[in-house]
Nanobody
Framework: QVQLVESGGGLVQAGGSLRLSCAAS????????MGWFRQAPGKEREFVGS????????AYADSVKGRFTISRDNAKNTVYLQMNSLEPEDTAVYYC???????????????????WGQGTQVTVSS
């Protein structure tokens, strides 16, 4: 499995931006699909976005499409989530996740991921 550590969360006003980072350790990072999920208080964990190991396939939840951008730098073992035009509804703990190696598509289901970070809090004030 890959070990994951998220950073970059914080408090921001509505309309603002944040950039989350997820640093991975483990020699298989470059061949894992990477995903971002979030969980708001009292709600189930939901898919935000994912990127295949070569970056050729990217998927987003409809709620963030056009506002969030996922990217990865395999040389730095890091995946990013650029979040723009943030809304109070984006408030949640954001988790980075990795699939097993050699995944070739941008997975959306949490069941397809076997490594998870500890999460980083994002709070958007109105």
């Amino acid at each position: 499995q890959v070990q994951l550590v998220e950073s970059g969360g914080g408090l921001v006003q509505a309309g603002g931006s944040l950039r989350l980072s997820c640093a991975a350790s483990g020699r298989t990072f470059s061949t894992n699909t990477m995903g971002w999920f979030r969980q708001a208080p009292g709600k189930e964990r939901e898919f935000v976005g994912s990127i295949s190991w070569r970056g050729g396939q990217i998927a987003y939840a409809d709620s963030v499409k056009g506002r969030f951008t996922i990217s990865r730098d395999n040389a730095k073992n890091t995946v990013y989530l650029q979040m723009n035009s943030l809304e109070p509804e984006d408030t949640a703990v954001y988790y980075c996740a990795a699939t097993p190696p050699y995944s070739t598509y941008a997975a959306r289901s949490s069941f397809e991921y076997n490594s998870w970070g500890q999460g980083t809090q994002v709070t958007v004030s109105s």
